[in-house]
């Protein structure tokens, strides 16, 4: 069992910058991965970004390569999500999540690939 607990969702102007946080506590491995998704009003939950737990194997969508980055904090075992030069069409609710099958092999973007799952926060970009 891994349970996710995420902050640091709020209301930005667009150019600005925000930082996730994705606590996890209970059982979680190295052969993990992470993954951030996003889910608009009216739309489906679409794959953001996956990274290895332990760190390094990225993957990030097209809409926010360059902009976005996935980073963690050993001692606290917490991911982040760093998101600079937001525009308002990436205003949605932001989720975490844990694939605990990762075991190592391409990162995934599916979400029914992913077990656990934060609660979500808010993200509005402002024009």
């Known amino acids: 069992q891994v349970q996710l607990v995420q902050s640091g969702g709020e209301l930005v102007q667009a150019g600005g910058s925000l930082r996730l946080s994705c606590a996890a506590s209970?059982?979680?491995?190295?052969?993990?991965?992470v993954g951030w998704f996003r889910q608009a009003p009216g739309k489906e939950r679409d794959f953001v970004a996956a990274?290895?737990?332990?760190?390094?194997?990225?993957y990030y969508a097209d809409s926010v390569k360059g902009r976005f980055a996935i980073s963690r904090d050993n001692a606290k075992n917490t991911q982040y999500l760093q998101m600079n030069s937001l525009k308002p069409e990436d205003t949605a609710v932001y989720y975490c999540?844990?694939?605990?099958?990762?075991?190592?092999?391409?990162?995934?973007?599916?979400?029914?690939?992913?077990?656990?799952w934060g609660q979500g926060t808010q993200v509005t970009v402002s024009s």
């Open positions: 990274r290895a737990w332990s760190g390094g194997n990225t």
């Open positions: 999540a844990v694939d605990t099958q990762w075991n190592w092999g391409p990162l995934r973007m599916n979400t029914r690939d992913y077990d656990y």
């Open positions: 209970g059982r979680t491995s190295n052969s993990y991965a």
